[in-house]
């Protein structure tokens, strides 16, 4: 619950104003809300944290060294993996009812992303972040903590950055490679995984499904921690045009047929076939010829 706590340090006291992580539930009761949009449940719930803050803060001492302490999604926060947890559950703080000259240092939780949503630093409102990376989505934040002198009037803080995990994607279009296996296992070679968090995504057409050895993949990335192996199919119609059938190019329509069917190595058995069809279609007697 919304609480202070007088702490006794080395250096002398701390007040310490707790705000844990709320809900509406924990604010309002359902008739309150029934016949609310969510904008106005929103407003009435920040309105109603703002008169319980306003009783906490006048409790306070003025003279001895404030921190806010709070598990909150405020609404200028980047979000990081917890996107995924924070929806439907709780709602946006604002950061103006946290910049409060009571307050010497506001220490935020729940976003996982190191940031410092008060560039005056007056007060300093610091999200730490996590101190471990959970997904693929901070492969490349920097995790750490923060460290801060304390006085009353002043915060001076510090992130400092730890030695944490490591998340690796590996990231390979194979599909217009003769060899996609070296090309794989060439991109593998690259990259330090011993460890790792690793994931190898890998794009393929799909006649190069049977050149793949899935158990050398599979033993190569062994001395990562963990890994995922995700191949993708690339759809023939992403792929490039070819010069030939460009539209600023004009080619009869037997022609065009003949050029694509000569590009598709995996239609080779069917591309007479499909050349005698568009020839009825077309309406035509003459004789098609096929050269590949």
Request: one cysteine or more.
């Amino acid at each position: 619950r919304l609480d202070t706590h007088l702490i006794h340090t080395r250096s002398g006291p701390v007040q310490v104003v707790t705000l844990p992580w709320l809900t509406r539930s924990t604010l309002m009761t359902r008739s309150e809300t029934e016949s609310l949009s969510v904008g106005d449940v929103n407003q009435l719930l920040t309105e109603k944290l703002t008169i319980a803050m306003e009783g906490e803060i006048r409790r306070l001492n003025p003279d001895i060294p404030t921190v806010l302490l709070a598990h909150l999604m405020a609404d200028k926060a980047s979000l990081g993996a917890e996107r995924f947890l924070a929806v439907g559950k709780g709602f946006n703080i604002p950061v103006s009812m946290l910049t409060r000259p009571c307050f010497d240092y506001v220490a935020l939780g729940h976003v996982h992303k190191h940031q410092n949503l008060n560039a005056s630093n007056n007060p300093p409102v610091i999200y730490p972040g996590s101190i471990e990376r959970v997904d693929f989505s901070e492969e490349k934040e920097d995790k750490g903590f923060v460290l801060v002198n304390l006085e009353r009037g002043k915060a001076e803080w510090e992130f400092c950055t730890l030695p944490v995990r490591v998340f690796q994607t590996i990231k390979v279009n194979v599909s217009e490679s003769e060899n996609p296996q070296a090309e794989l296992v060439k991109a593998i070679g690259k990259k330090q995984i011993e460890d790792a968090v690793v994931r190898l995504i890998y794009q393929l057409r799909s006649e190069q499904l049977d050149l793949i050895d899935n158990g050398e993949l599979h033993a190569l990335l062994g001395e990562a921690h963990s890994y995922t192996i995700q191949p993708e199919l690339v759809s023939q119609l992403a792929r490039p045009r070819l010069p030939e059938l460009n539209a600023n190019n004009s080619i009869e329509p037997l022609e065009a047929l003949k050029t694509y069917l000569a590009s598709r190595e995996d239609l080779k058995d069917v591309a007479e076939s499909m050349l005698e069809a568009a020839q009825g279609l077309l309406g035509g007697a003459e004789e098609v010829l096929v050269e590949f």
